[in-house]
């Protein structure tokens, strides 16, 4: 048997060579069912305004059932869809537009860089710090703020220094 293709979008596989490939990704069905994907993700706003621009499907409203389904050019939504599709946005708008729902208001990385640059000089770039060998070292002090710890499995390269710096040997190879 020789190599299969399957089509996550039609759940389909067929024999895999290039005239059964391209005679299926050109096909209406594989299109039909790579949009019906796509609109999955659709946010509601859009998802209401394409439903709006429609007429009422006749054979929806008379039987309860089309036989286009989903691919059909018009609309299957009834008033009350509609109206809980405009309240789900509005909750979402609500949602995204409070800021008690996030963890500390008025939060944002923009203002925290204003914030540090503001209360750091131009010419104080840290203090000094001794390690244990007694050696001064240049440390500069970590303002960073509590949600970005509050991250569980934050990448090394995102993590804050540690308080005494990084331990750099000077024979260590890079590369």
């Known amino acids: ?48 305004d394409d439903e709006k621009a429609k007429k009422p499907c006749r054979k929806f409203l008379q039987t309860g059932n089309c036989g286009f389904g989903p691919n059909c050019r018009f609309s299957h939504m009834s008033e009350d869809d509609m109206e809980n599709l405009e309240r789900q946005i509005e909750v979402e708008r609500q949602h995204n537009e409070d800021p008690a729902d996030k963890k500390s208001p008025g939060w944002s990385v923009e203002n925290w860089l204003i914030r540090t640059a503001k209360r750091r000089p131009a010419n104080d770039s840290g203090r000094l710090v001794k390690d244990e ?31 005494g710096g990084w331990k750099v040997k000077l024979d260590t190879e890079w590369g």
Not at 21 to 42: E, P, S, Y
């Open 1 to 48: 048997m020789g190599r299969r293709y399957h089509c996550d979008y039609c759940d389909r596989s067929f024999q895999d060579n290039m005239h059964n490939r391209k005679k299926h990704l050109n096909g209406v069905q594989h299109h039909r069912a790579k949009k019906a994907w796509f609109d999955h993700f659709r946010d509601y706003t859009a998802i209401l």
């Open 133 to 163: 060998d007694g050696n001064e070292e240049h440390q500069t002090e970590c303002d960073i703020p509590p949600q970005l710890l509050s991250i569980p499995d934050l990448p090394p390269s995102l993590m804050p220094p540690p308080p």
